[in-house]
T-cell receptor, first 109, second 113 residues
Framework: GIQVEQSPPDLILQEGANSTLRCNFS?????LQWFHQNPWGQLINLFY???GTKQNGRLSATTVATERYSLLYISSSQTTDSGVYFC???????????FGSGTKLNVKP | DSGVTQTPKHLITATGQRVTLRCSPR?????VYWYQQSLDQGLQFLIQ???????AKGNILERFSAQQFPDLHSELNLSSLELGDSALYFC????????????FGPGTRLTVT
């Protein structure tokens, strides 16, 4: 199947700092999504972004499909941004949805 | 609120038992997906249905089965439960099975004792 690698695995930030999370994938994809899993376990859609760039408030994402990676930018981080960020892809060749292992973010006040 | 509902929220049962998890997709979504999130395996795709038909299979054990009903709700049946089946089970839905955003329900936390 497709390999999805996220980095860094853990990230500690001071409130107000910026960060970049990376997702590398090993095959062509139909679908790429970024999720935030909050401390209560809920998976919240951040971006549906198989290619291109999108922005939503303090968050933005860029996917370069030809180079098989996606980046999630968090600016002016807040304590409510804490949680685990997952990248997930749907491979064109395997017709399945694969999650990365996540980046655990801790934003300190 | 994603519009996807799952019941129950929590379930505690004993080894060897059988349970059924239920999912209702967002209005208008025809495709339903099931995922398992455990501490050691991370988030894993189990199975996908589209308009009542199985469309893709992931790492779903033979003890597990699922179906999607004519009203598009789906059920995941877990039988002969083992301690290792304790996990958070998510359902997601999308309009179509390919190239469309998936929306996740709140999950069912299963504890097998």
């Amino acid at each position: 199947g497709i390999q999805v690698e996220q980095s860094p695995p853990d990230l500690i930030l001071q409130e107000g700092a910026n960060s970049t999370l990376r997702c590398n994938f090993s095959d062509s994809v139909n679908n790429l999504q970024w999720f935030h899993q909050n401390p209560w376990g809920q998976l919240i859609n951040l971006f549906y972004i198989p290619s291109g760039t999108k922005q939503n408030g303090r968050l933005s994402a860029t996917t370069v499909a030809t180079e098989r990676y996606s980046l999630l930018y968090i600016s002016s981080s807040q304590t409510t941004d804490s949680g685990v960020y997952f990248c997930a892809v749907d491979s064109r060749n395997f017709n399945k949805f694969y999650f990365g292992s996540g980046t655990k973010l801790n934003v300190k006040p | 609120d994603s519009g996807v509902t799952q019941t129950p929220k929590h379930l505690i049962t004993a080894t060897g038992q059988r349970v059924t998890l239920r999912c209702s997709p967002r209005s208008g979504d025809l495709s339903v997906y099931w995922y398992q999130q455990s501490l050691d395996q991370g988030l894993q795709f189990l199975i996908q249905y589209y308009n009542g038909e199985e469309r893709a299979k992931g790492n779903i054990l033979e003890r597990f089965s699922a179906q999607q009903f004519p009203d598009l709700h789906s059920e995941l049946n877990l039988s002969s439960l083992e301690l290792g089946d304790s996990a958070l089970y998510f359902c997601a839905s999308s309009v179509t099975p390919v190239s469309y955003e998936q929306y996740f329900g709140p999950g069912t936390r299963l504890t097998v004792t």
